[in-house]
């Protein structure tokens, strides 16, 4: 029994042997050293617990040295042998650029079958480690000449297996690292200028979508940051209070429903799109839940979660598109950048396809795209509603205006007006009323034609506009005549107003239709309101009688009228007792 428990330990030893010198191996010359693409072994450990004996007597399969062996893979050994083909001895330095986003590392150093240095990093002291810089593994290796080393690396994830490992002598080593997540900077550089912008834009319009649309982006900014290793280079935090924040993954899908829930309007116009993406948020809302008490096994579906996601948008948005919705066309083509990129990250994570630089970063290009096109959307929006309210307030200006004369009419100048009597009255300022009326109109209309008549008219318009300040309120009331309010004047300011209108009025130069010069005159009529109880009616009525006056009295003239006469009741009283 002894002799077949030696056999047989033979023959693994034996198989083993075989297996290392039939696996891939990276041969180390004289050049300067940069190597990022070569293959190495790697083992799943479905049981979680081999040791480093158990393990590396295992079969290893080939793959890259940038893989991704899905959510099944949480713990998997890596082997890389390592030939100094020089003459000289090479030091060496060993990156794991991802080293960041994993639960623990473990890397074995095997020579002439001997262990000679064992490294075990916990991701929860890393930030304490000589051996982590800025997300970055490094593990220093002394590389003899003519002789191989072999290198295993246990690596234990919190949820997908994706892992990287390059080789590189001093002075690359430090350019590597001085280089890192330059690309990543910039993505979340520009997400956060989005959410500046967008708070600007919610301060300014107020709407709900602004507001979903700021979260998405924190969610997708923090996810990036995350995922690629940011938050690990600038803040050196890891293990997992930091792994905790990748719940931002999913956040980010729920207040990108409410954002197209908002902006799209889907609960008063299209119910049954708006059921489905309830349903779809109800759906993550418990994931999320979920995430607060075990985030790992919250993360294992959430690559399918995404598929379903990207599916039912994709599908809403399809049939917002075909039901007329104006926007949804912009949300199409920002939401397929999105789908595309995520669906080659989606199939990265699960080690369908080998990692790119795309694909590895398929869902932060993603994301980035589509909050661009957000942005437009939301910018397009505000345009939109903008047009709708400048034809709303034309169609009011056309209704409060005397389409000859551009002028505020009759139905726009009594409740301005009495607006602006209450303000002087509160801030206890004069404010006067001038009408005026021109001299022998229906003369003009007899003797030129009303379309004659219809240019005195437009001249007088002008006369009054480019006499008046930007304060008063000018308008035609009817026919002939005309009205001016003039807040903060006393009588004698009002009486100078009108004397310099009735000047340029006489001093016009109307030409007929037929080259006749047409002599214009206006007669106007000047009261100041009494702002302590007398109205806008009662003063119009004031300044029409000095009108009149001004009229009776030859034409071409202003009259002041009178001061407002307005008894109390015990005055009125006194009187009749007298």
């Known amino acids: 029994m ?20 039939a696996a891939p191996e990276v041969v180390i010359g004289e050049h300067p050293i940069k190597q990022t693409d070569f293959r190495m072994g790697y083992f799943v450990d479905a049981s979680h617990n081999l040791t480093f004996d158990q393990a590396r007597a295992q079969p290893f399969n080939e793959t890259s040295n940038r893989t991704s062996l899905g959510a099944d893979a949480r713990v998997a050994w890596y082997r890389l042998i390592l030939r100094n083909a020089s003459d000289t001895d090479q030091k060496l330095f060993i990156h794991l650029p991802h080293a960041y986003h994993l639960r623990s590392v473990e890397i074995y150093e095997e020579r002439d079958g001997q262990l000679r240095q064992r490294e075990q990093l916990n991701m929860n002291q890393a930030a304490d480690s000589d051996l982590m810089f800025r997300g970055t593994l490094v593990f220093p290796l002394a590389l003899p000449a003519q002789q191989s080393t072999t ?15 390059d080789i590189y002598n001093e002075r690359a080593s ?27 834009l919610y301060f300014a319009t107020s709407n709900r979508e602004n507001i979903y649309y700021s979260l998405y982006l924190i969610s997708g900014l923090v996810w990036i940051a995350l995922s690629y290793g940011l938050i690990a280079s600038v803040f050196d935090g890891y293990g997992d209070a930091v792994f905790q924040l990748n719940m931002s993954l999913i956040t980010m899908p729920i207040f990108l429903l409410l954002f197209m829930m908002s902006i799209f309007e889907t609960k008063l116009f299209y119910p049954t799109e708006h059921r489905f993406l309830q349903a779809l948020i109800a759906l993550l809302a418990v994931t999320l839940i979920w995430s607060f008490f075990d985030i790992s096994a919250a993360l294992k579906p959430a690559s399918s979660l995404a598929a379903l996601m990207m599916l039912v948008t994709f599908s809403v948005s399809i049939s917002l598109y075909r039901k007329g919705h104006p926007l949804v066309k912009y949300f199409l083509v920002g939401h397929s950048f ?46 939109l509603l903008e047009d709708m309210r400048a034809s709303q307030e034309d169609l009011k200006k056309q209704a409060d205006t005397d389409p000859l004369t551009k002028l505020y009419n009759r139905r726009y100048f009594f409740p301005e007006s009495d607006y602006l009597l209450k303000l002087a009255r509160s801030s206890r300022t004069s404010i006067s009323i001038v009408t ?44 002939e005549e005309f009205v001016v309010l003039l807040p903060g004047a006393n009588l004698m300011e009002a009486g100078q107003f009108a004397e310099r209108i009735r000047c340029a009025v006489q001093a016009l130069e109307v030409t007929s239709n037929i080259g006749e010069n047409i002599q214009v005159t206006v007669s106007i009529g000047v009261a100041e309101i009494d702002t302590t109880q007398e109205s806008i009616e009662s003063a119009l009525a004031r300044a029409d009688g000095a009108l009149y006056e001004a009229k009776e009295s030859g034409r071409n003239r202003v009259c002041q009228a009178e001061p407002a006469m307005v008894f109390s009741i015990e005055a009125l009283v006194d009187r009749v007792s007298d």
């Open 151 to 165: 290198l295993y690396l246990r690596s234990v994830s919190y949820s997908h297996q994706w892992f990287a490992i």
């Open 436 to 479: 005026l009326d021109i001299d022998y109109f229906k003369r003009i209309n007899d003797s030129h034609g009303h379309a004659s008549g219809d240019q005195v008219i437009r001249h007088l318009a002008k006369t009054l506009k480019e006499e008046s300040r930007t304060i008063d309120l000018v308008a035609r009331l009817g026919g």
């Open 338 to 383: 999105f789908v595309l990129f995520n669906i080659l990250a989606v199939l990265t994570y699960k080690g369908i396809l080998s990692p790119t630089y795309v694909s590895s970063h398929g869902v932060g290009i993603g994301i980035v795209l589509e909050a661009l096109t957000l942005a437009f959307i939301i910018s397009h929006r505000i345009k």
């Open 174 to 200: 430090r350019l590597a690292l001085v280089s890192v997540n330059t690309d990543i900077a910039l993505m979340v550089g520009m997400l956060l200028a989005l959410v500046f912008y967008n708070a600007l």
């Open 2 to 21: 002894d002799l077949y428990k030696q056999v047989l330990f033979a023959f693994i030893v034996l198989l083993t042997a075989a297996q290392t010198r």
